[in-house]
């Protein structure tokens, strides 16, 4: 299936070959064929919970008047087949919603480039309350204040009220590799709340109870203090990673399509000079010029460097990012989330996990600020801004590490997914103080390489009030767990495997008004249209 | 009337007074929320009584136009996916067009369509289309280099025969490579320019053969920022009109969305094409080229609010599936489309020949049922008798349902704003959209939106639309004429049929006209000159690009509704207003 959405700019610049970035730059190392289709798939999930709280009402733009917080539904465009309103986030993400502009979100383009939301997926009843514990904690233990392994994971469960594997354990089972392990971590002092052990799944399966601070986590079986992270030094300067060899002469190695854009656009910078030099232009024509050649001389700065250098070390990085940490022992370990970055990056440059796991700062339950009435309360709006913040900072930080496979960042290839694990309410004003299953939202950064990102996709899962419905059935978050994983290269023998009822089994939900795929789970598969082909 | 015999800008004065003196400058309190793009949220606002009597009409001529003085500049602005796509094809021919890549590529173009007003409008140079549009150049520029048909065909819209050389050192190459630059950029290529492009050709061949460096050359060319935008910053000739270079330009982009073509660039060399009776021939020409005949049916499209047609609804009762109903919203928008080209065609096509039509294009299996004719994308009689006149045709039904009833204010809305060019306010902060206590348990959908709308924060914008709406109740969301509507009794929610009633006035041209149903609405705007000067306001924001509020300066005299279209278009391309800079 075919969606004629809008495209953000580094689909253009990297997916289809023809002027710089990845595909430029992958010619201009020599990578090969199969390399290219290896970076199709998602390599890391990171999922940064705010446990216990719900979605704010500025995530999802409302038809009437736009979303609280200033959103503009009117950029969500019609795709009437496919039963989805698509809208790119471009450089102001706030028009879709006053949630998508905060912290980096709202000034890095890579970010901007990066983010996907799924809006208006249905779950069941159950689901959207997020007050039953997946089997593996309860409330009464203290799931509500930030421990990993009870409601904080419910959003990762496809709505399951009942014992089972939540997406992140599927997917770690299946992408670690011997000795690799899952890392979860909160602490109280940024604001995870107190008790923060949690199952790491690894290679086979197997759980493991692990501490959650920093320091407890590098001096445990991922790093055990520092050795793997040795090992794998060692490992690398064998010739277990390496860079490849620039060639001579890049123009000669490169692709006709990239060394026609690249001509192309050191023609434009040629040709920018004289037509802005004209006396005749007005302002609007001025300014129509320059943001012309400013946006050609974007993709020109990128496409020189990799032309000259064949460093490729800032492919879709942000500025001045370009060199990235290596794989070396972590010095210091401290309980802030810069901590949680560092130990990260020490993980994934050494390939000791693919998958972390983290709590949010700004505990608040949603009790106090959503069943209160924060559905119009401004004061409240910063609670749930916490989650969009801290998603970016950990996103921001994977652009500055290059992955020693690709030679590019590691956000095209990683998603940091941001979760409540309680939904918000549509009814026919646009809101209500209830919990429903109308209208679930995912928030994503990163994962371009397997994910259509840059846009907000919505399938309005509530059609009797302010969201009006296109028809069809809808997915439900079961479908959009499933496209994560299928990023990662699973399949439905992974998340379903033979004689079980699949990943996540709907439970007899209705959207009102709308049909809602309830059929066994077992037949549902990704939601068509967001992973790239 | 008032404005017979006068050309097609010289409505503007009537239009503009008509839209400027009353709903626009007075505070509206209710509106139709949205449009095609918003959904359905049709019965939010206010309502006009379905009492037969008229409901307020358009205002009456007022100098009101005042606030609106100045016709906007033609300006440089990103380029349309439409436009793109055509000259994809005209230029580089059928094998590059076929290219998935290609395909591809046009198609996750930003496509720039709106629910209401028209793809040129859009002036920001935008990120994705600029991307998109380097991305798409250099698989061109590839295609070209390695596919000796794609050169082929280029040399061919070029008119020049040096055997689909990569070559463009010797003589022949460098006509080719100069001739190209030159309709690409819809001007002689700068002499410095062109000086870049053979050094940087030459260069580029030294190092790495001739077809990578003619692939560079022909990028650099696509990206200039002449070929890759609606590049109009016309130099002022010594009798102080636009140069005959960007004068061919509009032409070819008003007429075709596409480069001039052969015959055109010759005109333009030669600098005839400032002289109307030249320019004139040369428009209609161009109007019945294959590019042309298509920029018809894209103008009528957006012109009637259909390029973003909701489909019926995909549910078992209606169409089976979402694909087919999304097929036949397409076979109903491309159906109003034909049914304009072939209008417009037609020596002496006017309004009322549109509005007023017993022709159909039924593309559809679902069309062909309904109008009781074959399948075909042929312009042929219906063969249903109450098929009489456009808004009849299904593409003006299918938008899809406000709840249980039909979407009266929602097809009103649509009459009054692109047809008549009428103007409705704002959509209120808050407006109370439950239904007042007293309603009836059983309701029509007229009676429904009577009931709903009648209060005073709704009932001053829906008392603007809702009549042309009334008018159209008598079909159903899937386009079916119906005898009996079927609606839910709110108490007992049982389905019942209750009586359609199509009988209504509706203010048209200052005043007020009984219609009895659907069909003689479109013959009462067929005859009105309100909707013809409103064609040719529409027609001019398409050329020049702009929303609907401006044209209040031109002071030409207005033409009746017994103009052609084609000569509206005619005289619209030799008026002064296409000539301004």
Redesign the interface.
């Known amino acids: 299936m075919s969606w004629k959405n809008a495209m953000e700019r580094r689909k253009f610049l990297s997916g289809l070959g023809m002027c710089s970035t990845l595909p430029f730059l992958e010619t201009v190392l020599g990578r090969k064929v199969a390399h290219a289709q290896a970076a199709n798939k998602l390599k890391r999930l990171i999922i940064v919970s705010q446990s216990h709280m719900a979605l704010g009402y500025h995530r999802i733009p409302e038809f009437a008047k736009g979303a609280y917080g200033g959103a503009d539904p009117s950029l969500l465009k019609v795709d009437m087949a496919n039963g989805v309103r698509i809208g790119a986030f471009g450089s102001t993400p706030g028009k879709l919603g006053g949630f998508y502009e905060q912290g980096a979100l709202k000034s890095n383009p890579r970010l901007q480039k990066e983010m996907m939301v799924v809006n208006g997926l249905a779950m069941n009843y159950s689901g959207a309350q997020g007050h039953i514990s997946d089997g593996n904690g309860s409330w009464s233990a203290g799931g509500q204040s930030g421990k990993f392994n009870t409601r904080t994971r419910f959003a990762l469960s496809g709505s399951l009220s009942g014992p089972s594997v939540t997406i992140d354990n599927i997917i770690a089972k299946k992408i670690h590799t011997s000795g690799q392990r899952s890392m979860f971590m909160g602490s109280s002092n940024w604001g995870g709340g107190g008790a923060d052990t949690d199952e790491s799944i690894d290679a086979n399966g197997a759980i493991q109870a692990l501490s959650g601070n920093t320091s407890n986590i590098y001096n445990g079986p991922i790093f055990d203090a520092g050795k793997k992270v040795t090992a794998a030094m060692q490992k690398i300067g064998a010739g277990g990673m390496t860079t490849p060899a620039v060639p001579s002469d890049p123009l000669a190695a490169m692709s006709t399509s990239d060394f026609a854009s690249l001509m192309g656009l050191r023609f434009s910078q040629q040709e920018r000079k004289r037509l802005l030099g004209q006396k005749s232009l007005s302002a609007n024509d001025k300014r129509s010029l320059e943001q012309y050649y400013d946006l050609l001389n974007e993709s020109l700065a990128t496409a020189e460097k990799g032309a000259t250098s064949g460093s490729g070390g800032s492919a879709g990085g942000i500025a001045g990012a370009t060199v990235s940490p290596e794989c070396k022992p972590l010095a210091s370990q401290g309980g802030d989330l810069a901590s949680f970055n560092k130990l990260m990056g020490v993980a994934f440059l050494c390939d000791l996990s693919r998958i972390g796991y983290l709590s949010v700062g700004s505990y608040q339950d949603h009790n106090t600020v959503w069943h209160a009435g924060a559905d119009g309360d401004s004061s409240k709006v910063g609670t749930f801004n916490t989650l969009a913040v801290q998603v970016a900072q950990v996103a921001e930080f994977l652009t500055t590490l290059i992955d020693p496979a690709t030679g590019r960042d590691m956000l095209e290839n990683s998603i940091v997914i941001g979760i409540t694990n309680c939904a918000a309410a549509l009814n026919t004003d646009g809101r209500d103080t209830s919990h429903s299953y109308h209208d679930f939202t995912y928030f994503s950064v990163g994962g371009s390489a397997a994910l259509k990102n840059g846009n907000m996709y919505d399938f309005m899962g509530y059609n009797n009030g302010k969201r009006p419905a296109v028809n069809g059935p809808i997915p439900s978050v079961n479908q959009y767990l499933q496209t994560i994983a299928a990023g990662f290269g699973l399949t439905a023998a992974d998340w379903s495997p033979a004689g079980g009822k699949g990943f996540g089994p709907w439970m007899s939900s209705v959207c009102a008004g709308r049909p809602v795929r309830s059929d066994d789970a077992a037949k549902t598969g990704p939601i068509p249209g967001l992973l790239k082909a | 009337m008032q404005f017979r015999n006068a050309s097609p800008l010289g409505r503007v004065w009537w239009l503009c007074a008509a839209l400027c003196g009353g709903y626009a400058a007075t505070a509206c309190t209710g509106s139709v ?2 449009n ?6 049709d019965g ?1 606002g206010g309502g006009a009584g379905g009492n037969d009597t008229a409901p307020p009409g358009d205002p009456p001529v007022a100098a009101a136009c005042s606030a609106r003085t100045g016709r906007p ?1 033609w ?4 380029n349309t996916a439409f436009a793109a796509t055509n000259i994809v094809a005209q230029v580089f021919g059928p094998d590059a067009a076929k290219d998935a ?1 290609v395909k ?2 046009l ?5 720039n369509l709106k629910a209401k007003g028209f793809d040129t409008e859009n ?3 935008a ?2 289309f ?3 549009y ?6 061109l ?2 295609l070209a ?2 596919q000796a048909s794609v050169r082929g065909a280029i040399e061919s819209f070029l008119g020049t025969s040096c055997n689909q050389t990569t070559d463009l050192e010797g003589g022949c190459g460098q006509e080719v490579a100069r001739k190209f630059a030159d309709a690409f950029e819809r001007e002689p290529v ?1 002499s ?2 062109f000086d ?2 053979v050094q ?1 050709y030459k260069a ?1 061949k030294a ?2 053969q001739a ?2 460096a003619y ?6 060319v ?5 070929s ?2 609606r590049y109009d ?1 016309a ?1 002022l000739t010594m009798a102080g009109t636009i140069d005959a270079a960007t004068m061919g330009s509009r032409l070819a982009m008003t007429l075709t969305s596409a480069l001039p073509d052969q015959a055109l660039r010759e005109k333009i060399a030669d600098g005839s094409i400032l002289k109307a009776e030249v320019r004139k021939d040369e428009a209609k020409r161009l109007l019945r080229t294959d590019l042309g005949r298509q920029t018809l049916r894209h103008f009528a499209e957006q012109w009637l609010n259909l390029s ?1 047609l ?2 019926p ?3 078992p009762s209606y169409v089976a599936t ?2 087919e ?2 097929l036949v ?1 397409a076979a109903a928008r491309q159906e109003v489309g034909a049914l304009f080209e072939n209008v417009v065609l037609k020596d002496g096509g006017t309004l009322r020949d549109f509005m007023s039509t017993d022709d159909v294009v039924p593309g559809h299996d679902w069309l062909a049922k309904l109008y009781g004719a074959s399948k075909s994308n042929e312009v042929k009689r219906a063969g249903a008798t109450d098929r009489h006149g456009l808004l009849t045709r299904v593409a003006f039904s299918l938008h ?1 349902a406000y ?1 249980d009833y039909l979407p009266i204010a929602h097809r009103g809305y649509g009459v009054k704003v692109t047809m008549l060019c009428g103007t409705i306010g704002a ?1 209120p ?1 808050k ?1 109370d ?1 439950t239904l007042p206590t007293d309603a009836p348990d059983v309701m029509s959908s007229r009676q429904f939106f009577e009931k709903l709308t009648e209060r005073g924060s709704c009932i001053g914008c829906h008392a603007a639309m809702n009549p042309y709406g009334y008018a159209m109740s008598a079909f159903s969301v899937t386009g079916a004429r119906l005898a009996k509507e079927q609606v839910k009794n709110r108490k007992t929610l049982q389905m019942v049929d209750v009586d359609v009633r199509e009988q209504v006035n509706v203010p048209v041209d200052t005043v007020s006209r009984s219609v009895a149903d659907a069909s003689a609405l479109s013959d009462v705007i067929g005859d009105s000159d309100q909707a013809a000067a409103c064609f040719a306001h529409r027609f001019d924001q398409f050329a020049v690009g702009v929303k609907e509020d401006f044209l209040c300066s031109d002071d030409e005299k207005a033409p009746s509704n017994t103009l052609s279209l084609q000569d509206t278009i005619l005289d619209y391309v030799t008026s002064s207003a296409f000539s301004a800079r």
């Open positions: 929320a949205g095609n793009n918003q959904g359905e949220d939010s500049a300006q440089i602005s990103t890549q591809s590529m198609a996750n173009l930003p496509v002036k920001a140079i990120a994705q600029v991307d998109g380097v991305a798409l150049a250099a698989r520029a590839t280099s390695e700068a410095e320019d870049y492009f940087a580029n190092k790495y077809p990578k692939a560079g050359f022909l990028a650099s696509m990206l200039s920022a002449k890759a935008l910053n130099e973003l909701k489909s609804p995909g549910a979402n694909e109903s999304a919203a899809g709840g959509l902060d407006v959209t």
